[in-house]
């Protein structure tokens, strides 16, 4: 049965009531597996009561990564370019903001509750713990070195960074239950200087806000509600959470991506993996902060403002189709279009109330492109064409969004519940796995066994700890030898052939007959840097993708080797218990399961060295198929000749710049592979007391619950085996 709007809250209620908890509260190892599964049901169920209750109102997200100039862009959209929203300096300072229509302008503050904060305290405590111990061990080290080199991960760190930075007033304000805090404003001036405590990069209470959200009186917000996120991958899950759970009830997004690294790796998969992934198919990319990228090339495009955006434009618009077209995101494909948030604020301020960073980049702009910014009307202009903001709220928050509103939340509601049955059916498929080989090792263990399983057990571990390092020694030389044969096998090579396109162009030479300025008709090659990038980059990705690939495979081995050795281990034991009170499996289990996780964590991060390949070639290329428009006194038949000359000359100049990109990929590619044998081996030779740790701690809540469970063996079977047979219905009805 398809899922659907209509049809979404009796099948949820059939399956709640199917997965009634009270059932298993005698059996902690079944209640989790149902518990798991029932969640799973309950978060779709959320998601649909959430589109059926906001079904009118359309709500849009204005997403990207920090720094991607989110802020700017409503500021510019809803407050004439005031700085109402503060930029925020780090991702633990980048709220969630709500903007939607009301009679009376306030804004409301939430900010995190005693248990929330507790969570952030219990993982700063974590972190100055383990860097405690990190810095006896490497003391020359600073701490950014430690927490790159040992991979600390972010909730951590971020968690550190939070607590750090908040004072004891703001932890005044932390309640058992979550403190929320409501002001009324009389205009954005007011609203401006009473957020910025509360929002701000150096707020207040920035570190413990949580959420906030601003009520206007402003009729661009009827029938809307607009939602500034966190930057892409929130190290706050609290605050993670709660983007994710209005992403799933948002129908369309403004996606923020910066020009400066324009739609990247982490741009596609959190379009692909959160966008696609919740069915918002009305998607307007925005490379941001145009200005920067036109501050880039000033160099190459002295006082040519309109080359200079064409070149600007071309390039972002080639990387944008090479990626989408890549990707596995599902849904229309996103409009794009190009905004100098800022520049919205320049133009509505007077000179006089430009603040540092906006003098900045008037005065960067007029370096570049003199002629273009000669007077204050003329720089307003400019940067007024450059924001596009008008046209953005004209064209797509007015036309794309709100003109098609209808259709748009039908289709999204559509999507989601497409989505939802996908991941309904993957989440069945996991616990029923679960469940399988649950009821296989109760129906083949005794209780009396257990004691004797649980000495044997850590016998074996404490084997595995003293033979660590030799099983670390022969698989390094797996991995080794794994690597090189990568590194081998790896083939990137530029053909050498530069693209290009008859251009037609009108020039300017200086005649001979009284040294006159002339204009001239001239046709050359103009390579085509756009399609040659293409090229290269669809040539490298092909390449580093059978990298990938073949490292996966590689990897396999390096890890299998490593659960052979373990495995063996594990074996010998077996065979020299001559009581058979070792069940070896429930240790190989366990096993399985850690080794797994590390595989899958271990892999070849192709998609950086993409971008920055990507990043270092459209670099170097900027601006190297120019032909000077102005051509020395001469006749126009030597003038064409020169501009022949000149075009070639750009060609030779392409093929050298590439041919030195192409060489440095081979010395990129080995620290690639190097870094990935590393991380491989690293949890058997840097971590090893913490993976005979954690094998040590799986095993026994293991065993303690099968104890547990053998106590009561008829019991527990029966309920685990009603248990599958309530999941199975459950999976035929989908």
Not at 266 to 285: A, H, M, W
Not at 353 to 369: G, L, R
């Amino acid at each position: 049965m398809k899922i659907s709007l209509e049809n979404y809250k009796s099948i949820f209620e059939d399956f709640s009531s199917a997965l009634d908890l009270s059932q298993y509260e005698e059996e902690k190892t079944i209640k989790t597996i149902v518990q798991c599964l029932k969640s799973k049901l309950e978060e779709i169920y959320s998601g649909g009561n959430q589109l059926e209750a906001q079904n009118d109102v359309l709500k849009i997200g204005v997403v990207g990564q920090v720094k991607a100039g989110k802020s700017s862009f409503l500021n510019s959209l809803f407050f004439d370019g005031e700085s109402v929203l503060p930029r925020a300096s780090t991702p633990m300072t980048a709220g969630l903001t709500v903007l939607r229509y009301g009679e009376e302008n306030k804004f409301q503050i939430e900010f995190y509750n005693t248990n929330e904060w507790k969570l952030f305290a219990d993982k700063d405590a974590e972190y100055n713990s383990l860097m405690n111990d990190l810095r006896q061990s490497d003391t020359s080290a600073t701490d950014t070195e430690l927490i790159q080199q040992y991979k600390i991960p972010d909730d951590i760190v971020s968690a550190h960074e939070l607590i750090s930075k908040c004072s004891r007033r703001a932890l005044d304000k932390i309640k058992p239950e979550a403190l929320i805090e409501s002001n009324t404003f009389s205009g954005v001036k007011d609203l401006q200087s009473t957020l910025d405590s509360y929002v701000g990069a150096d707020g207040t209470y920035t570190p413990i806000t949580k959420c906030l959200t601003i009520t206007l009186n402003d009729k661009r917000l009827k029938g809307i509600e607009v939602v500034d996120t966190p930057g892409v991958n929130d190290p706050v899950l609290s605050r993670e959470l709660r983007t994710r759970e209005f992403l799933r009830g948002c129908h369309g997004v403004f996606f923020l991506s910066y020009s400066g690294r324009f739609f990247d790796s982490t741009d596609v998969g959190f379009l692909t993996n959160r966008i696609g992934s919740q069915g918002i198919g009305s998607v307007v990319l925005i490379a941001s902060k145009f200005d920067s990228v036109l501050q880039d090339v000033g160099m190459h495009f002295r006082d040519d403002l309109g080359n200079a955006i064409e070149d600007c434009q071309k390039k972002m618009k080639g990387q944008y189709f090479n990626n989408i077209s890549s990707s596995n995101f599902q849904g229309n494909d996103p409009i794009l279009d190009f905004s100098s948030g800022i520049g919205y604020s320049i133009f509505k301020k007077d000179s006089q109330s430009w603040d540092e960073m906006e003098a900045h980049v008037v005065s960067q702009m007029k370096s570049f492109y003199p002629s273009f910014f000669s007077s204050e009307e003329e720089v307003k202009s400019t940067f007024y064409d450059l924001s596009q903001i008008d046209s953005i709220r004209e064209s797509y928050l007015e036309g794309v969004f709100k003109k098609n509103k209808v259709n748009i939340i039908k289709e999204k509601v559509n999507k989601y519940f497409d989505n939802a049955s996908s991941n309904i059916r993957d989440a069945i498929s996991r616990e029923l796995k679960k469940l399988a080989e649950m009821i296989d090792l109760i129906e083949n263990s005794d209780i009396k066994d257990i004691e004797k399983q649980k000495v044997l057990s850590a016998k074996v571990i404490k084997e595995l700890s003293s033979d660590i390092n030799s099983i670390s020694h022969r698989s390094s030389d797996i991995a080794e030898r794994c690597m090189k044969e990568c590194l081998n096998g790896f083939t990137f090579r530029w053909n050498g052939k530069v693209p290009t396109n008859q251009e037609m162009k009108s020039l300017v030479r200086t005649s001979t007959f009284l040294g006159k300025d002339r204009t001239f008709t001239c046709s050359y090659d103009k390579v085509d840097l756009c399609r040659l990038e293409e090229d290269i980059n669809r040539q490298l990705c092909s390449a580093l993708d059978s990298l990938s690939n073949e490292w996966t495979t590689k990897n396999k081995e390096i890890y299998d080797s490593i659960f052979k050795c373990i495995m063996n281990v594990i074996a010998k034991n077996e065979a020299e218990d001559t009581t058979d009170s070792f069940n070896g499996n429930i240790l190989r289990n366990e096993l399985d399961e850690i080794i797994e996780r590390m595989r899958n964590n271990s892999t070849l991060d192709t998609a950086g060295l993409k971008n920055r390949f990507h990043s270092s070639l459209v670099s170097a290329l900027t601006g190297v198929d120019r032909i000077d428009y102005r051509q020395e006194q001469c006749e126009e038949s030597v003038a064409i000749s020169n501009v022949n000359q000149a075009a070639q000359q750009c060609a030779d100049n392409v093929r050298i710049i590439v041919n030195g990109q192409v060489s440095n990929i081979q010395e990129e590619v080995t620290q690639l592979l190097k870094n990935a044998k590393d991380q491989s081996m690293s949890i058997l030779r840097d971590r090893k007391d913490l993976f005979i740790n954690e094998i040590s701690e799986k095993v026994n809540i293991t065993l303690d619950e099968l104890e547990q469970a053998l106590s009561n063996k008829n019991r527990t079977l029966l309920c685990a085996k009603n248990a599958q047979e309530t999941i199975h219905l459950l999976e035929s009805k989908i």
